[in-house]
DNA sequence: CTGGATCCTGCCCGATACTG
DNA sequence: CAGTATCGGGCAGGATCCAG
């Protein structure tokens, strides 16, 4: 631990101490969506190799972010009070990243817990608060997710459901997002697949989420 | 690069592709400040490796967060306007790991500009607000600051000048931003020592830069 | 099958010496 | 002053193996 020590008395130093190793966030980010279990977490970080995994849940676990909890007789992890205080980092991260995506390449994936935790960053509470309460479904290459937005305030969930819009779209919706494809244009390329409901409601959801690129 | 490279399309991955390097985001931080030539960055940054130093602002560069820029025949490393939008980062990430900080260690020192961006991130723009424009000349470890307030506005700058207040004090001063010593008792303990103006003043600065613990 | 632990390989970091 | 060169060590990466 002392190796890894920046070795100055600095709030930020102290924190690129506790959670400023590889991967170490993106677990946070993970585990910001809901509890998750360990082969949960392996698999929506592919690339992580089993150990590092096992030795970053040891660290945030010693250092108070995460904690093991019994769930009917599995284990999961879940954030701290702590550790959710985190959120305002990685959503100030999300942003920040967000106008350095470029397009997306092959190897790239997407997955359900880092794009809800996109809609999060790209929600715009105050637009949202004078829209009507809107329920989506959205296909996001392999994730399913309902998203609810009802005034200020945003629920995201895992799997399908009732919507009034239900859309399918893989990773270039981020030019929705940005505004860089229009709501209209979004759905006569194909970037945007309407499976259910009127498509025009797309531009609710385009104003609803929005991120500056 | 691709080695390093998280495998998702994600705000929060490419964020950390960028800046999650060791040593990345402290460089920024200490560039959010302002320009800096190469020696004061390695000044500011006393267990960074030169060769690691040079390696960052060459990645930082290309990835179009920093520039060289010549000020009067020399070289200085600035943002740019992209790197100077990760401020919320730093930001959040200082007042996240405050409350992490502890007691200060013997080997930890303190810098002009990490002190800079602490008093950024514990600065509550709505209480100044309210209070008299007020200039601190504060002697922190071997930084001298000049720190005026004006309202809403805060304003950092290094070396000594006119002051309403001018005080000395070390790492612990940590504990009085956090709230845990007042601001008599941490005069009356030798954590503050008062140098020059009423040390009544010391009250409004306490109230004017706070962060929780 | 889930939740890890244990190898080995290679790269990045850290420390220091050196140069334009 | 502003970096580059070099080398050792320690994490990261990947595959495999083990325990409940």
């Given at each position: ?164 819009l239900?859309f399918a779209a893989g990773?270039d919706i981020?030019r929705l997002?940005?505004g860089e494809l229009a709501p209209d244009r979004a759905i006569a390329t194909g970037v945007v697949e309407v499976l259910?409901?009127p498509g025009a409601l797309l531009e609710?959801f385009a ?7």
């Amino acid at each position: 631990m002392a190796a890894r020590d920046y070795g100055q008395y600095c709030g930020v130093t102290r924190a690129l101490e506790l959670v400023g190793e590889r991967w170490a966030l993106l677990i946070v980010r993970d585990l910001l969506v809901g509890p998750r279990r360990y082969g949960e977490l392996a698999a929506g970080l592919p690339r992580i190799p089993s150990n590092i995994l096992a030795a970053r849940l040891k660290e945030l676990q010693d250092a108070g972010i995460i904690r093991r909890a019994p769930r009917s007789r599995v284990i999961v992890y879940e954030l701290t009070p702590y550790g959710r205080e985190l959120e305002p980092v990685v959503l100030a991260l999300g942003a920040w990243g967000f106008k350095a995506m470029g397009d997306p390449r092959e190897e790239q994936i997407i997955t359900p817990d880092s794009m809800t935790m996109a809609l999060r960053t790209a929600f715009r509470p105050h637009v949202a608060l004078h829209l009507p309460a809107t329920v989506y479904g959205a296909r996001l290459g392999p994730a399913d997710l309902l998203v609810r937005v009802d005034g200020p305030t945003l629920d995201v969930t895992r799997g399908d459901g009732p919507a009034d819009l239900a859309f399918a779209a893989g990773p270039d919706i981020h030019r929705l997002i940005s505004g860089e494809l229009a709501p209209d244009r979004a759905i006569a390329t194909g970037v945007v697949e309407v499976l259910r409901g009127p498509g025009a409601l797309l531009e609710r959801f385009a104003s609803t989420f929005h991120l500056a690129a």
